[in-house]
């Protein structure tokens, strides 16, 4: 199993992002996918998960409104498109698939006020 992130970067405050993470190594379209974040010297948490078939969406409250998760089967990539980016938003973002509890080796996003 592997998941790489990339499109991290350095942004300005109310700038976009999209983050994508290409998995290989599982059937990915039979499992749901998640992105987390941790942000220094915090917990990592929860931003938002994705069926496998992408009909179900959870986000964090803290991102409502503001970021979308998709995916591509197609592709064995899911996305997390951030706008409205705010400094609070900085922190390591990590791909995850829980059906076999593996994370991705995260893409820094750092927010600039």
């Known amino acids: 199993v592997q998941l790489v992130e990339s499109g991290g970067g350095l942004v300005q405050a109310g700038g976009s992002l999209r983050l994508s993470c290409a998995a290989s190594g599982f059937t990915f379209s039979n499992y749901a996918m998640s992105w987390y974040r941790q942000a220094p010297e915090k917990e990592r948490e929860l931003v938002a998960r994705?069926?496998?078939?992408?009909?179900?969406?959870n986000y964090a409250d803290s991102v409502k409104g503001r970021f979308t998760i998709s995916r591509d089967n197609a592709k064995n990539t899911v996305y997390l498109q951030m706008n409205s980016l705010k400094p609070e938003d900085t922190a390591v973002y990590y791909c995850f698939v829980q059906a076999y509890n593996h994370w991705g080796q995260g893409t820094q996003v750092t927010v600039s006020s």
């Open positions: 994705i069926t496998s078939a992408g009909v179900t969406m």
